[in-house]
């Protein structure tokens, strides 16, 4: 797809891509050797650069957190020729700075989550790749300024939590993780970037900051309508950061790009052929055949 490829990879809720100055719009089915992505993707012109936007629970939100066909979503942009991947979210604060409204462009996460598929390797063809920085600077630099051109408050840096759900925290959990010193949390960004590391592709965060969580004694507890309705008030400043962003990656490239290079262990002899077939997108670069 060297001649139509989708530079730049967006998932996040389904209102982001309707957006004042995307055309040449196409609707993409696609079909993965790991499942079906989370919807259909839809694929647009910005700024003369082809943005693919994927919305995260599907249209309507039907998918919970923990259900995400992860693997499938980051393989489907891969399969497009996506190199930049952004991962627009709502969070919870941890830190009295980060107040709802706000944006916040993370440069950590912790994992607290549980029985998510979080690689594409396996059944035969082993992986070890690092993700001791899994959110990739470049990008986020690039979202930071995009970001703080809508004119909203934005942060950058700070370490973002990844919790199961689709509960919200209890109020122990909360001050527990603010002990910590981690500053947001969320439920969707584990195992998004450890699968966009391993399909080479830059990730990072732009989260919008919806509550307090439940550890703020002088703020109502998180509530479903709270989240919903910040972040209908955000939806317009993410469109036009996403807007901003596509110039300011222009020229840009990324270590994470080879990131998979040197990680594999297995002998290309002892792959099994069925493996080698569903992971080859990934992987011919470095084995061809």
């Known amino acids: 797809m060297e001649g139509n490829r989708v530079d730049i990879g967006v998932i996040g809720g389904s209102g982001l891509y309707e957006m004042e100055g995307l055309t040449d719009i196409e609707e993409v089915d696609l079909t993965t050797p790991f499942g079906e992505p989370s919807d259909t993707i839809l694929i647009g012109t910005v700024a003369g650069t082809r943005v693919a936007f994927l919305p995260r629970h599907g249209r309507g939100h039907r998918i919970a957190p923990a259900e995400l066909p992860t693997r499938a979503n980051i393989y489907a942009l891969k399969s497009l020729g996506c190199r930049w991947v952004i991962g627009v979210c709502a969070c919870g604060s941890l830190q009295e700075a980060y107040a709802p409204g706000h944006v916040v462009i993370p440069s950590g996460l912790f994992d607290r989550t549980s029985g998510r598929p979080s690689t594409f390797f396996g059944e035969g063809i082993v992986s070890h790749i690092s993700v001791a920085d899994p959110l990739c600077p470049v990008l986020a630099d690039a979202l930071y300024e995009a970001a703080s051109a809508t004119g909203g408050t934005v942060h950058k840096g700070g370490d973002l939590i990844i919790i199961n759900g689709p509960r919200f925290s209890t109020r122990t959990e909360s001050n527990i993780y603010r002990q910590w010193g981690l500053d947001i949390i969320g439920m969707t960004a584990i195992p998004e970037a450890f699968l966009a590391r391993e399909a080479e592709m830059s990730y990072a965060v732009m989260a919008h900051v919806t509550d307090y ?32 962003v596509v110039p300011l990656l222009a020229g840009k490239e990324s270590e994470a790009w080879d990131a998979l290079k040197d990680t594999i262990m297995t002998a290309p002899e002892r792959m099994p052929e069925a493996t080698r077939d569903r992971l080859a997108l990934l992987i011919d670069r470095y084995y061809p055949r």
């Open 213 to 244: 969580d439940v550890w703020h004694e002088s703020e109502e507890p998180v509530t479903v309508e709270m989240v919903v309705r910040i972040v209908r008030e955000n939806v317009a400043h993410a469109k036009e950061a996403i807007r901003n």
